[in-house]
């Protein structure tokens, strides 16, 4: 019976809270609403939902579920259970293997086989898991199904053995060489009595195939007799069929010889509880200084960074992305260096603080009002987006700093750097260079193994409860191999991605001095607003005042408010970098005030008013003696003039309603200026009796500022949105649904094209002929007996052996598959 | 996080805020690692640098303590990058040492092997070592102590300097304290330096920096070189020994231009030591002349580059070198370090000035506005000849006389850089001129009968600006200076910051002409004092009647 069957009977049979569960650790079965158990049984076993599923397993579960694979046949019904299965697994026992078999069913990637004796994996898993699962290769009787090559050559190496006098039966056909050669390597103690005569570096030969089942070898379809004097490693192998090949270039060690070689297991290795890794230890003040510094400096510079992006929106390179050029720029006036600009930069634009303006192509502020937040609100918005962003920032920031080689010398007196720092990260896997905000900076996997390393981050925190002063630094090679161990299908996704996300939860205060924080831990936890408490307490409220010094400097003792500051920065140059900042003032600063409408009084004033002290007397001069001799030549803006030496005409012509829209305006004795153009003008005067000369002037153009860019609307942070666990009330709702349905109603359901599919595989697999209905182009259904070949890409090649033709059926066309009853119609050959 | 008076930022300077109950406290603690860098009224700021924390590890302090202070005193939470950085430099100190071997001498030795190994390939430092001794033991030519501490120091692995002093030849000094005690800060700064051995002390003008040579031979008791900048100064020196030691008269000798003696106390000027004859510089043999014990350097910021380099091979003697304002133009200020040594003592100039032992100094920048005609010529003038059209503007003159004239009665000095304009001064004012032609025993007698209240007005060039004890001084005025020279500037300051018998301020006046280059520079000179916390006030020329 097909699995899908099985498993929508075991669907509906089970409980409410079994099922709750199942959905909760497998939310896409119900994303959309399924119509009923058939069709959520269906989906359990589509290839991508089994995927995803195995991405969420851990390394003993990822095992045991292997292991069943390979030591069951869905097809002859070969179930497994946990008895059978502890031999194969090294340092396991029983009841582990029984309590991740029973999740792993929980979790319906396996099924009770109909007759009780054991569980079976679901079918898709085969397409899913791959060639060689847990690093074992193919079986002989595999390797000759499928492998056209291996057939003869085996038969030859059998025969050839046989006459050596190996102990190998004899066969005649390609699949009786298989079963003798699977027989003879697994009689007890052979294969190390054969070993132990081979040349000397077999072994080790051998010892490379553990990782991966696969290796290359020049010439590998050479001739090799087993009675040769003085063989190579690999000829000696071959000569045995000890080593398979499959093209002239490649070998495969066959999982018969394999497990032999593993001590007749199949896992060596089995820990059922992650290990635990030597961590090096920080101080928890340490740790807390790092982090709220790097909140602190982050909100200042993210503020830094949106103000200059105000005044010059940044512009686009065609290939996407913002040039190496703009982004110096922009690292230049923040005074850092371009690797943070670059994080700063991306994480401005996933938080949707900036936005691409499409019409001139240039990142720009959105109006989101983040800047008029409170500080610890600033960062639940940058550190929401981060979560949810499906960027890797880092992917954009590693060029900027590839050439910047880290420190060498290990850092004494217990402080550590987020190890991020220290590991130069190769470039984007060797795709050449990333631009800052550039496309190819998209990872839409990004959240999921971010909230994946979070976890993991807090798990490790939360199992190192030794000394309460000391906190554990969690380096990238500790959460590596523990992620390796709780997801190995995601482990090698993060392995180029976490050194960039260590960087940018430290940036944003989730690790300090390498170390998980109070902060971190809430984010963790899924409610980065728990962190908000923390924050507001720790950062201090914004200061009103600054202190004026005779030096002409204003320092601001901590953060200023950003009213204060964007006065201030028009008053004066900013220096420095830090939680205070140091405002220079110079003439040319006080000038850029005036030039802004600013005068004397209302500077000292200002001034006067968020000063803790007096003005000193040096500033005030500044100020006073700059603003007397500002504006001893004017520049405005004047379309047109008119000219007279008769300045009581002048006089009253400014008088004149009539005149009134032409603007004029006495700039001189006898000069007057308009703001409408000459020829405008001209007609003005005329309709009121004067009779103007018209003469051009030529005079430079005055450029007028632009006006300030339009800002776009935001809505706020972007949230997450897919990956997570559904809400109870739609697993509600999805429940209630699933039981007003009969159980088992394929026809016409989401369920039946999968169940034909099935058909179709498991025909492919046992080669064995279908009944299968067909509609043409025309609409008419048509009833034939053929062997399907092969299923991909939406397309069945079949086998039509009344016609002997090959020929390929799309899906949509097929409306019914089931098994030929007919017990081996023709045997395909090919 | 405490609510301490430190803002540490993260570009590596530190804020202190002066007002804060806990900055004397602070200052102390950070003073020993970091260099003060500005002290304006309310917040000063001190820079970490390499130098800086290499030296506090050569004076016990490690990365650990250092931490730890700024982490109590921060207001805020210290950048964790810059935590990482302190502590990587400092462990970067002693990684080598220079240590005394009975058998080969002067040897570099280290305990991190690839440390060494990078050092002995460097290019410049290979011909200063001998043969390799062992995996860990190079053997260092004596003469290249200097040169190669030096250089290990430019390229980040400062050496720990464990191979001691020579003794020198014994000659008892006392210091004759019977009216007069060592103050506070002169006791610290001596003990400092000599716990450290070897080393700079910064003390504002006027606060008796003589008086720490003099302990420091008192400490020593052994033969001393004196450097000094000029005869003039070289005549103090002597006198002022006489006055404060037990030294007499004959055991003092000067080697000058004039005079060559070499006595158990030698005291030389830098320019007969620098003097070059046929490629030779033929009295650099004075510095091997006696086993001096120790070299006193007056006025270190002034140092010459041969000097320097002849300073590079003394590295068995104690060195101390005396300041008021360790800025140099050309920025050398790390090489004076390297070679004399760390800094043992700094204060800021208003610490000093609040324990009552400077005069409180007004300064106030005169602007004038240059009449019409010489606008029209500096607008005209070539680029090298403008600072000269501002700087001499006839407007000063009548500025100077109006201040003299409000000034009358007190001790007062016209300062300038351009003798025409200072002859023309001295004319209006019918005042004596010191410049450099004049003689040494001309301008002894001047300044005695200035110093006695003969005088009144003495306008001096730039020979008068360092060195040159006036202690009845109490008005300058500086009517052009050598550009934007900033150490210069702080040293005319200096020669009215002598405590006056009545307690009065000394008032420094520096003209400037609005709007010119002369502007700029004055701005540029300012810096100094400006840092020091010396607040210029800025009148116009016409309100000074009213002020005055």
């Keep these: 019976m097909s699995s899908i069957r099985i498993l929508t009977t075991e669907l509906a049979a089970r409980s409410d809270n079994s099922l709750r569960s199942l959905l909760a650790a497998r939310p896409d079965l119900i994303s959309p609403p399924v119509p009923d158990f058939a069709a959520l049984a269906a989906r359990a076993c589509a290839r991508v939902s089994v995927a995803r599923a195995l991405d969420h397993l851990s390394q003993p579960q990822m095992q045991v579920l292997e292991v069943l694979h390979l030591s069951t046949n869905e097809d002859l019904g070969q179930s497994a259970s946990a008895g059978s299965l502890k031999p194969l697994i090294a340092g396991s026992t029983t009841a582990v293997i029984e309590a991740i078999l029973e999740d792993l069913h929980a979790r319906a990637l396996v099924y009770r086989a109909p007759d009780g004796s054991g569980f079976l994996a679901v079918s898709s898993l085969k397409d899913v898991i791959g060639l060689h699962p847990a690093g074992l290769g193919r079986s002989y009787p595999e390797l000759v199904r499928t492998q056209p090559l291996v057939g003869a050559r085996l038969l030859q190496t059998v025969q050839a053995l046989h006459r050596f006098g190996a102990g190998v039966e004899s066969a005649s056909t390609a699949l009786e060489a298989a079963l003798a050669m699977q027989s003879w390597v697994s009689a007890p103690g052979l294969l190390e009595q054969l070993l132990a005569a081979a040349p000397e570096t077999t072994a080790g030969m051998l010892s490379r195939f553990s990782a991966g089942a696969m290796g290359a070898v020049e010439n590998a379809q050479r001739t090799v007799r087993p009675e040769a004097a003085d063989p190579t490693p690999v000829d000696w192998l071959l000569a045995r069929g000890l080593l398979i090949p499959l093209d002239n270039e490649h070998v495969e060690l066959p999982s018969d010889v394999a497990i032999v070689l593993r001590g007749r297991v199949i896992i060596q290795e089995f820990t059922a509880n992650p290990p635990a890794p030597k961590l090096q230890r920080t101080s928890a003040s340490l740790r807390t200084n790092a982090a709220l510094g790097a909140i602190a400096e982050l909100l200042r510079l993210e503020t830094e960074l949106l103000s200059q992006i105000r005044n010059t929106p940044l512009s686009t390179l065609r290939a996407g992305g913002v040039g190496v050029r703009e982004v110096r720029r922009l690292a230049d006036a923040l005074r850092v260096d371009t690797e943070l600009t670059t994080q700063l930069l991306e994480l401005a634009a996933l938080s949707s603080l900036l936005v691409l303006d499409v019409d001139t192509s240039r990142w720009q502020l959105s109006q989101t009002g983040w800047q008029q937040l409170p500080r610890e609100q600033q960062w639940l918005w940058l550190a929401t987006s981060w979560l949810a962003a499906d960027r890797a920032p880092s992917l954009a920031a590693q060029w900027a700093s590839r050439n910047s080689s880290p420190s060498a010398p290990s850092s004494p007196a217990g402080l550590s750097r987020s190890s991020a720092t220290s590991s130069p990260s190769g470039t984007a896997g060797g795709t050449g260079p990333v631009n800052a905000l550039a496309a190819e900076a998209h990872r839409p996997d990004a959240p999921v193994l971010r909230q994946q390393t979070l976890s993991i981050m807090a798990e490790l925190s939360a199992e190192d409860t030794s000394n309460p002063d000391t906190v554990p630094v969690l380096d990238e090679a500790a959460i590596l191999s523990r992620f390796q161990w709780r997801r190995p299908r995601l482990a090698r996704r993060l392995r180029r991605l976490l050194a960039g996300f260590l960087r940018e939860a430290e940036l944003l205060g989730m690790t300090g001095s390498g170390s998980l924080t109070v902060v971190g831990r809430a984010v963790a936890a899924g409610t980065p607003e728990e962190a908000?408490?923390?924050?507001?307490?720790?950062?201090?409220?914004?200061?009103?005042?600054?202190?004026?010094?005779?030096?002409?400097?204003?320092?601001?003792?901590?953060?200023?408010?950003?009213?204060?500051?964007?006065?201030?920065?028009?008053?004066?140059?900013?220096e420095g970098q830090g939680p205070a900042t140091i405002y220079r003032f110079s003439p040319a600063s006080i000038r850029r005030a005036l030039d802004a409408g600013q005068d004397a009084v209302r500077i000292l004033d200002f001034l006067g008013r968020h000063s803790a002290t007096d003005i000193p007397q040096p500033l005030r001069y500044l100020v006073e003696d700059t603003a007397a001799r500002h504006g001893k030549l004017r520049v405005g803006r004047a379309v047109s003039y008119?000219?007279?030496?008769?300045?009581?005409?002048?006089?009253?012509?400014?008088?004149?309603?009539?005149?009134?829209?032409?603007?004029?305006?006495?700039?001189?004795?006898?000069?007057?200026?308009?703001?409408?153009?000459?020829?405008?003008?001209?007609a003005a005067l005329r309709s009121v009796g004067m009779s103007p000369a018209h003469t051009e002037a030529d005079g430079g153009v005055v450029k007028v500022p632009k006006p300030s860019p339009s800002v776009v609307r935001s809505a706020g942070p972007a949230r997450r949105t897919g990956g997570e666990a559904p809400a109870e009330a739609e697993i509600a709702a999805q429940l209630a649904a699933l039981r007003s349905k009969p159980s088992w109603a394929p026809s016409g359901t989401e369920a039946a094209p999968q169940l034909g599919l099935e058909i179709l595989r498991q025909a492919i697999r046992l080669k064995k002929s279908v009944n299968i209905s067909i509609v043409d182009s025309n609409g008419n259904h048509d009833q034939q007996v053929l062997v399907p070949l092969s299923v991909t890409g939406g397309r069945v090649r079949v086998y039509d052996p009344e016609r002997e033709i090959e020929r390929v059926v799309s899906i949509h066309r097929v409306m019914d598959v089931e098994l030929a009853d007919l017990p081996d119609g023709k045997r395909v050959t090919q | 996080m405490t609510d301490g008076p430190l803002i540490v930022q993260s570009d590596k300077t530190i804020l202190l805020e002066v007002d804060h109950p806990l900055a004397t406290e602070a200052r102390h603690a950070i003073a020993a690692f970091a260099e003060l860098e500005r002290a304006p009224e309310h917040m000063h700021s001190y820079r970490l640098t390499p130098l800086g924390l290499w030296n506090a590890r050569a004076a016990g302090l490690d990365a650990e303590q250092v931490l730890d202070t700024l982490l109590k005193y921060s207001r805020f939470p210290v950048p964790h990058a810059l935590l990482i950085d302190v502590a990587e430099t400092m462990s970067r100190y002693g990684r080598l040492r220079l240590e005394k071997d009975p058998v080969h001498g002067l040897v570099l030795r280290t305990d991190d092997y690839p440390v060494l190994e990078e050092v002995i390939r460097a290019r410049k430092i290979e011909p200063l070592l001998g043969p390799r001794i062992d995996p860990m033991t190079v053997v260092v030519h004596a003469s290249a102590r200097g040169a190669l501490k030096q250089l290990l120091l430019k390229i980040g692995w400062p050496a720990e300097d464990l191979a001691g002093y020579v003794d020198g030849t014994p000659h008892p000094v006392a210091l004759l304290e019977e009216d007069w005690k060592l103050r506070p800060y002169q006791q610290l700064a001596v003990e400092n330096f000599w716990a450290g051995g070897s080393g700079v002390v910064v003390l504002p003008c006027g606060a008796g920096k003589t008086l720490v040579g003099a302990a420091a031979m008192a400490f020593s008791g052994t033969t001393t070189l004196i450097l000094v900048t000029n005869t003039v100064s070289a005549r103090q020196w002597k006198e002022e020994l006489l006055k404060r030691t037990s030294l007499t008269e004959a055991e003092i000798g000067e080697y000058s231009g004039a005079v060559k003696e070499v006595r158990p106390v030698t005291i030389a000027t830098y320019q007969v030591l620098t003097m070059r004859r046929g490629g030779l510089y033929p009295h650099l043999e004075l510095l091997d002349a006696n086993n001096w014990g120790l070299i006193i350097y007056d006025e270190v910021h002034l140092l010459p580059a041969p000097i320097f380099r002849m300073t590079a091979d003394l590295q068995a003697r104690r060195r101390l070198g005396l300041t008021a304002t360790l800025v140099r133009e050309d920025g050398r200020e790390g090489e004076v370090f390297s070679l004399i040594g760390p800094k043992r003592y700094d204060a800021p100039w208003k610490d000093i000035e609040a324990q009552g032992y400077i005069a409180p100094a007004d300064c106030v920048e005169v602007r004038v506005d240059l009449p019409r005609d010489e606008r029209m010529a500096y607008a005209m003038a070539d680029d090298a000849d403008k600072y000269r059209l501002c700087a001499t503007s006839e407007t000063k003159t009548a500025v100077v006389e109006r201040l003299v004239k409000a000034h009358q009665g007190e001790q007062l000095l016209v300062i300038g850089q351009y003798i025409d304009q200072l002859d023309e001064i001295a004319e209006r004012l019918d005042a004596p001129v010191i410049k450099g032609e004049t003689s040494v025993k001309e301008r002894q007698r001047l300044f005695g009968e200035f110093r006695n209240g003969t005088i009144h007005t003495l306008v001096v060039s730039k020979v008068a600006n360092f060195s040159i004890d006036l202690p009845e001084a109490s008005v300058a005025i500086q009517v052009s200076g050598s550009f934007g020279s900033r150490q210069e500037e702080a040293q005319r300051l200096g020669r009215l910051l002598r405590p006056k018998a009545d307690g009065r301020s000394a008032r420094f006046y520096t003209l400037v002409a609005r709007d010119t280059l002369?502007?700029?520079?004055?701005?540029?000179?300012?810096?100094?004092?400006?840092?020091?916390?010396?607040?210029?006030?800025?009148?116009?020329?016409?309100?000074?009647?009213?002020?005055?």
């Design chain 1, 642 to 682: 008119v000219q007279s030496e008769d300045d009581g005409m002048l006089r009253e012509l400014t008088q004149l309603p009539a005149l009134k829209h032409l603007g004029l305006v006495p700039l001189a004795p006898t000069v007057l200026i308009s703001r409408v153009g000459s020829r405008e003008l001209a």
């Design chain 2, 518 to 548: 002369d502007q700029d520079f004055a701005a540029k000179r300012q810096r100094f004092l400006a840092e020091q916390g010396y607040a210029y006030r800025i009148l116009d020329a016409k309100d000074i009647a009213t002020t005055g």
């Design chain 1, 532 to 574: 908000l408490d923390v924050l507001r307490k720790a950062l201090p409220q914004p200061l009103t005042h600054v202190l004026l010094q005779a030096d002409l400097t204003a320092v601001a003792p901590g953060y200023l408010s950003p009213e204060l500051t964007a006065e201030l920065s028009l008053l004066a140059e900013a």
